[in-house]
């Protein structure tokens, strides 16, 4: 009696999986088993990796993730049908000697079926169970598009942020760097700094919403890492915006409001935030490299006032094996405007910096 009746929680791990894979591979979200799966696997990766002091491990953890989860769907989808096979007595048997299927040929017989293999060892009798072969093997041909559906949106992801990360490490890397170098150095000033973030932050933004799960992912090389490129440019924003006394870019709250969606989408993964706000920032930099600068007095009031903000910003550095030293402590000594590439090598006149 009790085993006529496997085919209710096969039926509802079938369904569950679904469910689970059309809100993760759709684009809208975590689904809650990939929840379920990539929360403890990412707290060992990260607390291996402070453990040993090798932060070279949460490189691992996109990979990890991807697998493991991929692994669990199709485990319980396979588990779930090897329920409702077996829940019917004499619902399979041997091609050949058609003698009734033992649990273990059920297993291999599902297995299979959702490949799409087609190996023919075993038969379903009646047509109900024929139907139910054919819906199985539908149910696997998803699983493998959706897997695949998952997988790409995440790796196109994971190079645009590779994208910003590495252009905002060469324009300075922290946030002290990215002013001073943008000042000088950009042919665009404060305002191209401005505008060429512009763009990249709000396709990230969509992407990060679609799929939140991308904040457990981490790159192995500092220049290539979001958590500390992103909290690295918002500095230098709050900085352009509440230290330095000249007039705002065009288009900076709008940039700010696309860092903030992303601050939003990593508290939902990382809701527990374990640490202090960090500390103000170092003003000697901006000041030795000649830049109009607000009372300090009044930059402290304004920074006091970003204390939650940039209290996410160092849980996401910190999160991702860095510290806020590496965001905020500036290695430039830019005296004066320094000439580009091409005009260096001839190709262009120099021309004024527009801030």
Do not use: C
């Not at 024929?130 to 998952?150: E, K, P, V």
């Not at 940039?310 to 510290?323: K, N």
């Amino acid at each position: 009696m009790l085993r006529s009746l496997l085919w209710l929680p096969g039926g509802a791990l079938i369904l569950a999986v679904l469910l689970d894979l059309l809100a993760s591979s759709m684009q809208t979200g975590e689904g809650r088993i990939l929840r379920l799966v990539q929360r403890p696997l990412y707290k060992a990766i990260s607390g291996l990796a402070r453990w040993t002091g090798r932060r070279g491990l949460l490189a691992w953890s996109g990979g990890v993730l991807v697998v493991g989860t991929i692994g669990v769907w199709t485990l319980l989808t396979w588990l779930g049908w090897t329920l409702v096979f077996w829940s019917g007595k004499g619902a399979l048997v041997g091609t050949t000697t058609e003698t009734p299927a033992d649990l273990w040929d059920v297993l291999y017989f599902v297995g299979y079926t959702l490949a799409t293999l087609g190996l023919g060892d075993l038969k379903p009798l009646g047509n109900g169970w024929r139907l139910l072969t054919d819906l199985a093997a539908l149910n696997g041909f998803f699983l493998i598009t959706f897997a695949i559906s998952f997988v790409v949106p995440v790796a196109q992801a994971q190079g645009e942020r590779r994208t910003l990360a590495l252009w905002l490490h060469r324009l300075g890397g922290n946030a002290q760097d990215l002013v001073i170098r943008a000042w000088h150095d950009h042919p665009g000033g404060l305002q191209g700094l401005v505008g060429d973030v512009a763009t990249t932050l709000n396709t990230l933004d969509a992407q990060f919403k679609n799929s939140p799960a991308l904040h457990r992912f981490h790159d192995r090389r500092a220049d290539e890492s979001l958590e500390l490129a992103l909290p690295a440019l918002d500095e230098a924003l709050s900085l352009i915006e509440h230290a330095l006394d000249v007039t705002p870019p065009r288009g900076l709250r709008l940039v700010r409001d696309s860092i903030s969606s992303l601050l939003g989408s990593y508290r939902q993964v990382h809701p527990r935030l374990r640490v202090d706000p960090p500390p103000l920032p170092d003003l000697t930099p901006l000041r030795d490299a000649g830049l109009p600068l607000h009372p300090d007095a009044e930059v402290r009031g304004r920074f006091l006032d970003l204390g939650e903000r940039r209290r996410v910003l160092r849980a996401m550095t910190e999160q991702g094996g860095f510290t806020w030293s590496d965001v905020e402590v500036s290695s430039a000594e830019v005296p004066g405007p320094s000439l580009s590439l091409e005009e260096e090598l001839g190709l262009s006149e120099p021309t004024s910096r527009v801030r």
